[in-house]
């Protein structure tokens, strides 16, 4: 019997793992709902989507999610070169599809898809959907930070765009393999300056611009860009923020170092600040808008082999210095398109909205490349959700009619303490799909999300991935299967995710460990940038033979896996990975403070909040000022402000 797409009165609370009841293993379970024999006494966890929607849906069923999973997992060369096929590839990979080496024990980490094969990611985001017969078709709505301020570019204009920009770094001299830093906030220009490097074959490394100068001076230092990218200032919410005085001094702390950087192109966010105000070094700084527009509006492509690095994106770690992830070309590609369209079950006629910054690895996948390579219509939003009221998303949603909404559940739960009615002013009818990503998303959240946001109409993808790993690894796919809420539910095509004890053994059916794969997938990353020892260290030595993602996941009798946080010295705050030994050194920077020691706290919203221990220096009164300085100096060396995936908070909560 299968109910609508409802929850039912009686969910079971499953806020913790250790409430699940045991049982049978994990893909025979699924059989077994396929089957119907575990519906009477599961009904009660389990919401359905709607025969509508799984009649149109990608997969519209268990088995059929489960004959392709079988073959990825089985034939991964055949199953994911038969997607790679529908991307244009100017030559062709060699006859083996993928290579790895997955096991320390057995020498060095190696990752290869579709190797030997030529492409190019913007090619295929643009080129390849514009002579599809795409080039009229929105690419990007923009919204502002102020209501009213808005504007769109289509296909044909989005590649102009980009070519003009890529003739320009062409012109500076910036060459395959180059580096460039990009430091924008949410503007079209953000997109643009991803593609422009992809076209040219250049790495790019986004740096979120909410980061502090001495973070982004520390990935300069790392990536040592040949031009930095940015913007005079940019408004979020009732905030300015002057983002050319962070590159400023950022340049300056590098040059001290020895890494200078030629040129920094300026877009003039005109909303923000005029051009006469800004802070200006001549002979590096250059008006985006003086020089672009007289470039011409063609750029020949630079076809890249699978394996050419296409972009560096730092993350924190367990110690002090952040991990320059670095991801490929191919794989990528193929892997993020695909993930793309299965995971939000994606029609042409869509319009997707994803909150997250560019600057972040779901801005990389989802924002740019995943939903461009589809051919989609995206939504980009420079403001606040806050901003000018509580209402802004759904504002948004039904200005644009967005039928895809792709969120973190640190907004869901923000909003949801502001009260139904802030939601239930708009129509929101055009919603189809929702998805939540980030952190774990707790049931209470995850029902608020799906009954009032969704009006208990559209099924929440809760997509667990990392940055590492490049696209969505365990995935509802809408229409497949039953939800429950709280659990990312199943792995993606060719995910082998295995949970195993805290000596490496892999545990089967229902348990809780540590979640690590057993397999590569076409969008891992590929190495951690100028330390391949680093990579394996981290990822590879702790459990060998395995991935090890740093998370802790149980997977009840049903097969579902539930995420339940990190376990090692990464505390997730809305979303957003911050290493302890990052802010205890950040911490032990103020001449006060002799010690500190961090630790994560539950935090209502944002999921876990930083709690610090700290030693004082011999003699100093602790009083509220140093507390507040203590605060400041954590503040100042990571995050300017902060945004990321929009988290705004007008009360205290909690500590
Ligand atoms: O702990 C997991 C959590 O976010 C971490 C990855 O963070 P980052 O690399 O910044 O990427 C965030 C966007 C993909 C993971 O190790 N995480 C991410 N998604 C989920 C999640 N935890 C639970 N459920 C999720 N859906």
Excluded at 10 to 32: F, K
Excluded at 38 to 44: I, P, Q, Y
Excluded at 217 to 232: E, F, G, L, S, Y
Excluded at 348 to 376: E, M
């Amino acid at each position: 019997p299968r109910k609508n797409l409802t929850t039912s009165n009686h969910l079971r609370h499953v806020e913790s793992m250790a409430h699940l009841p045991s049982g049978a293993g994990r893909i025979t379970r699924l059989n077994a709902l396929i089957l119907g024999d575990a519906l009477a006494s599961e009904e009660d966890d389990l919401v359905f989507p709607s025969e509508v929607l799984s009649t149109q849906a990608h997969v519209s069923s268990p088995q059929k999610y489960l004959e392709m999973y079988q073959r990825s997992v089985h034939d991964p060369s055949g199953f994911w070169s038969d997607i790679a096929s529908e991307f244009y590839w100017r030559e062709k990979w060699g006859q083996q599809v993928y290579h790895e080496n997955f096991d320390v024990r057995k020498g060095k980490i190696k990752i290869e898809w579709f190797k030997g094969g030529m492409t190019n990611i913007c090619y295929n985001c643009l080129d390849r959907n514009i002579e599809s017969g795409k080039g009229d078709k929105t690419a990007i709505y923009w919204e502002g930070n102020e209501p009213g301020l808005d504007s769109s570019m289509t296909y044909n204009q989005l590649l102009a765009r980009v070519c003009q920009l890529a003739n320009y770094l062409k012109d500076v001299g910036v060459h395959k393999g180059d580096a460039v830093v990009i430091y924008l906030p949410m503007l079209m220009e953000l997109p643009i300056a991803m593609l422009a490097c992809a076209r040219i074959g250049a790495i790019h490394s986004v740096v979120f611009a909410g980061f502090s100068a001495e973070s982004l001076a520390q990935r300069i230092i790392d990536c040592r860009p040949k031009v930095v990218i940015t913007c005079n200032a940019v408004r979020r919410g009732s905030k300015i923020i002057y983002l050319k005085e962070i590159v400023d001094s950022a340049l300056l702390e590098s040059a001290q170092k020895g890494i200078v950087t030629d040129v920094c192109l300026t877009y003039e966010n005109e909303s923000a600040m005029k051009k006469e105000m800004t802070k200006w070094t001549k002979g590096r700084d250059i008006w985006w808008q003086d020089v672009i527009l007289k470039y011409p509006v063609t750029c020949d492509v630079e076809w890249v082999d699978a394996e050419d690095p296409l972009f560096l994106l730092y993350t924190s770690g367990s110690t002090g210095k952040p991990k320059g992830v670095l991801h490929t070309t191919g794989g990528y590609m193929v892997y993020t398109a695909t993930t793309f369209k299965y995971a939000f079950d994606y029609k042409p006629t869509d319009i997707y909205w994803c909150t997250a910054d560019c600057g972040w690895i779901t801005g990389h996948s989802y924002v740019t490349y995943g939903p461009l390579l589809n051919g989609a219509t995206v939504v980009v939003f420079e403001g606040a959700p806050n901003y000018p009221d509580v209402g802004r998303c759904w504002d948004i949603v039904d200005k644009y009619k967005v039928s895809i909404f792709y969120t973190a559940p640190t907004l869901v739960r923000s909003l949801m303490r502001e009260g139904d009615e802030h939601v239930s002013r708009y129509s929101r009818k055009s919603l189809r799909v929702l998805g939540s990503v980030g952190e774990p998303i707790n049931p209470s959240a995850w029902r608020w999300f799906f009954n009032v946001i969704g009006d208990a109409r559209c099924p929440i993808s809760d997509t667990w991935w990392q940055t590492e790993t490049g696209g969505f690894m365990i995935t509802p796919l809408p229409g497949a299967w039953p939800q429950k809420p709280g659990s990312a539910t199943f792995p993606f095509f060719g995910v082998q995710p295995v949970i195993v004890d805290e000596k490496g053994v892999e545990i089967e059916g229902e348990c809780s460990g540590y979640l690590c794969v057993k397999s590569s997938w076409p969008g891992a990353f590929r190495t951690l940038h100028g330390d391949h020892e680093r990579y394996e260290t981290t990822y590879f030595s702790a459990f060998p033979g395995y991935y090890f993602s740093g998370d802790g996941c149980s997977r009840d009798k049903d097969g579902y896996y539930w995420l339940t946080g990190r376990v090692d010295d990464v505390i997730n705050v809305s979303g957003h990975r911050i290493g302890t030994a990052e802010v205890e050194s950040a911490l032990v920077s103020h001449p006060q403070c002799a010690e500190a020691a961090v630790v994560g706290v539950e935090h209502e919203v944002k999921g876990q909040g930083i709690y610090a221990f700290v030693t004082i220096v011999e003699g100093v009164p602790y009083s509220d000022d140093l507390r507040k300085s203590l605060v400041m100096v954590v503040r100042n060396q990571r995050l300017t402000r902060y945004i990321g995936h929009q988290v705004f908070q007008r009360r205290e909560v909690g500590k």
